[in-house]
């Protein structure tokens, strides 16, 4: 990542994120009986890493749904990606107006430009 330095909302996401993919791979003495924690313990199937369409930091345009669709607020928004949430491809995204997570529907993948490499850095410092 071209982050000097990230949010806390990004650090306990990589931390999760970190702790579910550890339990999808195990350990030699796991994968020798083909199982893993993830197939054990959660009931999960094992994890296919072909699915994962977006990287942690990953900058992306994001739809946001809005109950209300007639008046000039923007609808997208700038966001970065934080890791799958489940099973259906859907992802946690963070928003780069404000730190906190958001939700909404991938538009467009984005170059990481300087100016997002600073906001990220700002909101660390905030």
Do not use: W
Request: net charge neutral; hydrophobic share 40%.
């Amino acid at each position: 990542m071209p982050y000097n330095s990230i949010p806390r909302i990004m650090v306990r996401e990589v931390i999760t994120q970190g702790n579910s993919f550890m339990n999808a791979f195990g350990n030699a003495e796991n994968l020798a009986n083909g199982l893993t924690p993830r197939n054990i313990i959660d009931n999960l199937p094992h994890a296919n890493y072909n699915d994962l369409k977006y990287e942690f930091g990953e900058c992306i345009q994001l739809h946001l749904e809005q109950s209300r669709t007639n008046t000039m607020a923007a609808r997208t928004v700038g966001a970065i990606v934080m890791g799958p949430r489940d099973l259906r491809g859907r992802y946690n995204f963070m928003s780069l107006e404000f730190d906190h997570a958001i939700n909404g529907r991938i538009v467009a993948r984005l170059l990481i430009t300087d100016d997002v490499v600073a906001r990220v850095e700002d909101l660390d410092r905030k």
